[in-house]
């Protein structure tokens, strides 16, 4: 989902945690991104395990390390032109593009589900952690749900997108991309304005709301968001919740070693 930087289909960088690294996978239309989600975590799995090495997409892997996100990199194009591009803006957006973020900030929390779908995700999305956890957008702001990137020099009309920051490889990324740009959508449609831009540290604004803290609060949320699951489907959204709910309760039924070390 990541925008490449030209050097082909995939691009990867050294990231922060023992092992990991950043792949940027070149943009594509909606039908093939997600394809190529599946196929990279498929190919990525069979290396691996020809070389007797083990590939994890685990959202939080590592106790006190950075976790694994799937950022979504999204503009939307006619006729060789970027709609979300407006060079009068201060920020290079035109107002389809403020339209469909409005929207993504109207159904942020029911997507949070979606985008963060394990008990895992959960502790990846906490403040400070270079994991979004308040629903804002900003100009390059990595603390912010949605950040508007700097575009790469002499492609201000070709790079101009949102980045969404919430979504982690446990995600199903045909799901996302569907509830994704069918909230986009219901914020043009229904001509949205966003609230202003945060590009300072969002993490301890106490005046912007959170997201989901975990996966039940985020199922909670996504089963009141009557409209998106109009748009996105009500059979694929209640089986989904269902078999997520079932997860959520398994897990809560379970005791791990870090209650019985500290309630013993």
């Given at each position: 989902?990541?925008?490449?930087?030209g050097?082909?289909?995939?691009?990867?960088?050294?990231?922060?945690?023992?092992?990991q690294?950043?792949?940027?996978?070149?943009h594509k239309?909606?039908?093939r991104?997600?394809?190529?989600?599946?196929?990279f975590?498929e190919?990525?799995?069979?290396?691996?395990?020809?070389?007797?090495?083990?590939?994890?997409?685990?959202?939080?892997?590592?106790?006190?390390?950075?976790?694994?996100?799937?950022?979504?990199?999204?503009?939307?194009?006619?006729?060789?032109?970027n709609?979300?591009?407006?060079?009068?803006?201060?920020?290079g957006l035109?107002?389809?593009a403020?339209?469909?973020?409005?929207?993504?900030?109207e159904?942020?929390?029911?997507l949070t589900?979606?985008?963060?779908?394990?008990?895992?995700?959960?502790?990846?999305?906490v403040?400070?952690?270079?994991?979004?956890?308040k629903?804002?957008y900003?100009?390059?702001?990595?603390?912010?749900?949605?950040?508007i990137?700097t575009?790469?020099?002499?492609?201000?009309?070709?790079?101009?997108?949102?980045?969404?920051?919430?979504?982690?490889p446990?995600?199903?990324?045909?799901?996302?991309?569907?509830?994704?740009?069918?909230?986009?959508?219901?914020?043009?449609?229904?001509?949205?304005k966003?609230?202003?831009?945060?590009?300072?540290?969002?993490?301890?604004r106490?005046?912007?709301?959170?997201?989901?803290?975990n996966?039940r609060?985020?199922l909670?949320e996504?089963?009141?968001?009557?409209?998106?699951?109009e748009?996105?489907?009500?059979?694929?959204?209640?089986?989904?919740?269902?078999?997520k709910?079932?997860?959520?309760?398994?897990?809560e039924?379970?005791?791990?070693?870090?209650?019985?070390?500290?309630?013993?």
């Amino acid at each position: 989902f990541c925008l490449s930087r030209g050097l082909g289909d995939v691009y990867k960088r050294q990231e922060y945690g023992p092992g990991q690294y950043e792949f940027d996978i070149q943009h594509k239309d909606a039908m093939r991104s997600p394809d190529e989600v599946i196929l990279f975590k498929e190919i990525a799995r069979q290396i691996a395990s020809k070389y007797n090495v083990e590939v994890n997409f685990m959202p939080k892997p590592f106790n006190k390390m950075a976790g694994s996100g799937l950022h979504l990199n999204f503009s939307i194009w006619k006729n060789g032109r970027n709609l979300f591009y407006n060079p009068s803006d201060n920020y290079g957006l035109s107002d389809l593009a403020y339209n469909f973020i409005a929207g993504i900030i109207e159904h942020a929390k029911a997507l949070t589900a979606i985008a963060a779908p394990t008990i895992n995700s959960y502790k990846r999305l906490v403040p400070g952690s270079w994991a979004p956890t308040k629903i804002t957008y900003g100009y390059n702001n990595k603390s912010a749900m949605l950040r508007i990137p700097t575009p790469y020099p002499g492609m201000s009309m070709q790079d101009r997108r949102i980045e969404y920051r919430v979504p982690d490889p446990t995600t199903n990324p045909y799901l996302l991309l569907s509830a994704f740009i069918e909230a986009g959508m219901d914020g043009i449609e229904r001509g949205l304005k966003p609230p202003s831009p945060v590009n300072e540290n969002a993490y301890f604004r106490k005046d912007i709301e959170d997201i989901p803290r975990n996966l039940r609060e985020a199922l909670n949320e996504l089963n009141k968001d009557t409209r998106l699951i109009e748009r996105v489907g009500k059979e694929i959204v209640e089986e989904f919740v269902r078999v997520k709910m079932a997860e959520v309760e398994e897990y809560e039924s379970l005791v791990t070693d870090w209650e019985y070390e500290v309630y013993r």
